[in-house]
């Protein structure tokens, strides 16, 4: 028996909800940073949904570039909350307000 | 060739202009060969057009657009052959004794340079062959009259007169191109021989000058536009209503008042007339206006010139009433008389400017004649070239001035009524002129010395560069009267139809009247001024109402002051504080606040926190998607 391609399309959503919510609503960068994998993580689960459910293998060939590319953001968002910490002492997300005029 | 005419002087300019901070006292270096130059050339054309031939040069296409077609030529015949010379003439010697006035002034190349220029925009100016090519000229003569006038410009007076001679002047070339505007609307062309045919067709149109307001009143169009070019004559050559730049111009440095405010730019108004004389003679009521308006400024600047007090300005009024004569003969279809007495006045003209600043270097710059007195003997040259000027000026025989003079009373004489009537007036302006210069001549150079005693010891001569120009243009004054320029000058003139009705009844009677009104104003001025020095304060005090009119010029200056100047200052003032400040400069301001508010509103939005930022991508985002699926 096969699952149909509906529920992972919820799972996908609520997975990706998790993460918007986390991006919105948390005040720790690196909880943000986690989340923002999740809302990444959500998109792969589509992609592979669809991939089995089309039979077509260029879904699940996009996923492996998106975890490289996550692996790769990852990096750099983990150096610039390094810098940022350095730089401030805190990864509290409220004391940051330097993308203003 | 007779193209470099003018462009020589425009290279110096040039030269100058650019390097003249390098050049400095070198300056005249430049700008004499080149004047001198122009000179030689002006004799050539000169010599060539005395044949009777024109010669015409085309030297480029300024635009072309529909049947408009504006070009740059020179055209000379014997009318503007003369004028050359002279131009040339008093600007070479002007240009040799500015060496001596001015040296070690600061601006002394800008000087140069000005006057360069000037003096190529003047041979333009004579040498068009189109109106629209003479009136960008007569614009730039004006343009170089105001940066001399204003060529010590720390001075506030010679700000002020600058700035008086441009508006002044701006008044009648107002006139000058609306009257342009009219000729090329009405005659289809701008160049002199295509208006003067176009003109004798059409020298019946009217022109219904209410008709923008739908009332009726028909003018001749050839009336108007001869009223409308004159118009730019009056304020040019300091006729009356518009006379009173001129002496103010005066602040000048004496060189230029001899150069532009005596022998070339004024005359550039009588120029005008003399070159359109054909078109002029199609309108008798313009010709009428023409002769009362200079027999009016004949009259007013003579009159003036009795009382005035600064050497500079008796010279100034002096002119203004003889190119009142000049215009009144070209008004009276005398034209060759007017040019003749142009000429010849250029030359003692300048002399007598060139005089005078001679006294005032020696005198420190002191234009008093109060304070002058007994220089005869200190200042030889000067005295005696300037004595030929005033007998040049008033008429003594067998000068220049005697028989150009002579022959204007003549031809005005033999003009109708009208010529009669300002025949006597201009008699009794030549026993005014000669009275007036000679008071200067004995007041400045006889009798006692009321010089001031810090300098009075050490008077002398100045340098050979400003005596030398002196003597050639006091020998000019008496020998052009011997060249018969009338004669040479009459086939310019001649309109074929009417024969010249010289030498009629009374010739003889006007010649001998005018020399003698000449010799009464200097006996007379000799027995006020010298004989009995007591009379002109008791003359002064007896007529005191003509005495304080004539030293106060007739009160001009003050009416146009309540009457134009200050109400002007008085509106300019009121829109400056209620309309610039506050509806202009309000609404400025106001778009600038609210932009500022608004940006202020809008600053709010950017709080900075990245998470806002993040709501806001994500609600834009449901809201495209709902847009999308509802769709």
Redesign the interface.
């Known amino acids: 028996m096969t699952v149909p391609v509906s529920y992972y399309l919820a799972l996908s959503a609520v997975v990706f909800l998790t993460g918007l919510v986390g991006v919105l609503i948390r005040r720790n960068i690196i909880i943000i940073l986690l989340s923002v994998e999740l809302m990444l993580n959500a998109t792969n689960i589509n992609f592979v949904a669809f991939s089995q459910y089309l039979h077509n293998v260029a879904g699940q060939v996009f996923v492996f570039f998106a975890l490289t590319v996550a692996a790769a953001e990852v990096a750099v968002g983990l150096a610039i909350i390094i810098a940022l910490y350095r730089a401030k002492s805190t990864i509290n997300v409220d004391e940051f307000s330097l993308l203003k005029w | 060739m007779y193209a470099l005419i003018p462009l020589l002087p425009f290279a110096s300019f040039v030269v100058l202009g650019l390097a003249g901070w390098r050049i400095k006292d070198r300056a005249h270096l430049v700008a004499v060969p080149a004047v001198a130059l122009s000179w030689v050339l002006s004799v050539f054309a000169f010599v060539d057009v005395a044949s009777g031939s024109v010669i015409s040069v085309s030297l480029y296409t300024w635009l072309t657009s529909g049947s408009l077609d504006i070009h740059i030529g020179l055209s000379i015949d014997r009318l503007t052959a003369v004028m050359l010379l002279l131009v040339t003439t008093v600007s070479g010697l002007v240009h040799v004794y500015t060496i001596g006035y001015m040296h070690g002034e600061p601006g002394y190349a800008r000087f140069f340079s000005y006057i360069a220029l000037f003096t190529f925009s003047m041979l333009m100016l004579v040498l068009a062959d189109n109106l629209l090519q003479l009136f960008v000229f007569w614009e730039a003569v004006g343009l170089c009259s105001y940066l001399l006038i204003g060529h010590w410009y720390e001075r506030p007076s010679a700000c002020a007169a600058a700035t008086k001679a441009f508006i002044v002047n701006r008044v009648g070339d107002f006139g000058f191109l609306l009257g342009l505007f009219l000729a090329w609307t009405s005659f289809g062309s701008l160049t002199y021989l295509e208006i003067f045919a176009q003109a004798h067709q059409s020298v019946n149109a009217t022109l219904n000058l209410f008709a923008p307001v739908g009332g009726h009143w028909d003018v001749s169009v050839v009336t108007l536009v001869c009223l409308l070019l004159f118009m730019g004559a009056v304020g040019k050559s300091a006729q009356v209503p518009l006379h009173v730049w001129l002496p103010d111009a005066m602040e000048g440095p004496t060189p230029i008042s001899a150069l532009i405010h005596a022998a070339t730019m004024v005359t550039a108004g009588v120029f005008l007339v003399a070159r359109l004389a054909p078109l002029y003679n199609l309108s008798p009521t313009a010709m009428t206006v023409v002769a009362i308006t200079g027999g009016l400024t004949m009259v007013l600047g003579a009159t003036i010139a009795l009382t005035q007090t600064d050497i500079k300005r008796v010279v100034a009024y002096s002119t203004v009433s003889q190119l009142g004569y000049m215009i009144m003969a070209c008004g009276l279809g005398a034209y060759a008389a007017g040019i003749y007495h142009l000429l010849t006045h250029g030359a003692f003209k300048a002399l007598l400017f060139l005089g005078c600043g001679s006294v005032i270097i020696a005198l420190h710059h002191e234009q008093d004649m109060r304070h002058m007195g007994g220089l005869k003997d200190k200042m030889p040259v000067t005295y005696w070239t300037f004595v030929i000027g005033s007998l040049a000026l008033s008429g003594f025989p067998l000068t220049a001035g005697f028989f150009s003079k002579d022959d204007l009373l003549v031809s005005t004489w033999s003009a109708g009524p009208l010529g009669e009537i300002l025949t006597i007036l201009g008699l009794l302006t030549a026993l005014m002129t000669a009275f007036y210069s000679f008071r200067l001549v004995f007041v400045t150079f006889w009798g006692p010395s009321h010089l001031d005693p810090h300098y009075a010891g050490h008077v002398c001569e100045p340098a050979k560069t400003m005596t030398v120009p002196l003597m050639v243009l006091a020998v000019l004054s008496i020998i052009t009267g011997y060249f018969g320029i009338p004669g040479f000058l009459e086939p310019v003139f001649a309109t074929g139809t009417e024969s010249s009705p010289h030498h009629g009844g009374g010739t003889v009677g006007i010649m001998i009247l005018a020399t003698s009104m000449g010799l009464l104003g200097i006996a007379g001025a000799y027995y006020v001024y010298v004989i009995k020095p007591g009379i002109p304060d008791q003359l002064a005090r007896q007529w005191k109402a003509l005495y304080q009119g004539s030293l106060h010029k007739w009160y001009v200056d003050e009416a146009y002051d309540h009457t134009i100047v200050r109400p002007m200052f008085f509106v300019a003032d009121e829109l400056w504080k209620k309309v610039d400040v506050a509806v202009i400069d309000g609404t400025v301001n106001g778009v600038a606040h609210a932009i500022a508010w608004s940006g202020w509103l809008l ?1 709010l939005v ?6 806002h ?3 806001g991508m ?1 609600l834009g985002a449901v809201v495209f998607l709902t847009i999308l699926l509802i769709i």
């Not at chain 2, 950017?606 to 998470?611: C, D, E, L, P, V």
């Open positions: 600053r950017q709080s900075g926190q990245i998470q930022y993040a709501l994500a």
